[in-house]
């Protein structure tokens, strides 16, 4: 079984731009979590989408948005981009909630 | 409200020795607890979680963790480091819903030759 995917794994921005962000999860896992990771912050939870819904929310701006479409895969994007959003943006998807399984994350630089 | 706590954002231990990387928790429900492993640019791998049952938890690569609740802690160990075990390592916990995770800071293990 193919493992979490997110594309793409790399990717530079300038500042004020915005950027969007894939994650296709485990075939038959329906919720999805999003994660920013920043060596300072250590790993933060942004939010996490079961069934197209947005069932949590971490705390970040309204800059920070995603979405769920109806075959799992979800999206995350971020608006007016500042310099501090520079991170790596991991996705994890979970069948029954008690395991969640990490793709490779997207390295995002904001310059 | 959940959260982990991790001692020690860094760790060294000498190549055999043995390895103990602590995590605290606090949680108000009975906790699901896991202890995650990730290698410089890649995303995170399991090895290991306690959901119920037995409080001494096995996982891959030779670690294992036990569920204290008593002292609401879920410590990593091997006994014995080998190079290829120098990575970042994260504790979580989520509630028995499981509909959020919840991080410790990381702790970065050395491994020295």
């Known amino acids: 079984k193919a493992g979490v995917t997110q594309t793409p794994r790399y990717l530079i921005k300038t500042r004020g731009q915005q950027v969007t962000l894939s994650c296709s999860p485990i075939?038959?896992?329906?919720?999805v979590s999003w994660y920013q990771q920043t060596p300072g912050q250590g790993l933060q939870f942004l939010f996490e989408y079961f069934s197209e819904t947005q069932r949590n929310k971490g705390n970040f701006p309204g800059r920070f948005s995603g979405r769920q479409f109806s075959n799992s895969r979800s999206e995350m994007n971020v608006s007016t981009l500042e310099l501090g959003d520079s991170a790596l943006y991991l996705c994890?998807?979970?069948?029954?909630?008690?395991?969640?399984?990490f793709g490779p994350g997207t390295r995002l630089t904001v310059l | 409200a959940q959260s982990v706590t991790q001692l020690g954002s860094h760790v060294s231990v000498s190549e055999g020795a043995l390895v103990l990387l602590r995590c605290n928790y606090s949680s108000s429900v009975p906790p699901y607890l896991f202890w995650y492993v990730q290698y410089p640019n890649q995303g995170l791998q399991l090895l290991l979680k306690y959901t119920t049952g037995a409080t001494l938890v096995k996982g891959i690569n030779g670690f294992e963790a036990e569920f204290k609740k008593s002292e609401t802690s879920f410590h990593l160990t091997k006994p014995s480091a080998h190079m290829s075990d120098a990575a970042e390592y994260f504790c979580a916990v989520s509630s028995n819903t499981g509909n959020q995770f919840y991080f410790g800071t990381g702790t970065s293990l050395t491994v020295i030759p």
């Open positions: 994890a998807s979970s069948f029954l909630s008690n395991e969640q399984f």
């Open positions: 075939s038959g896992h329906r919720s």
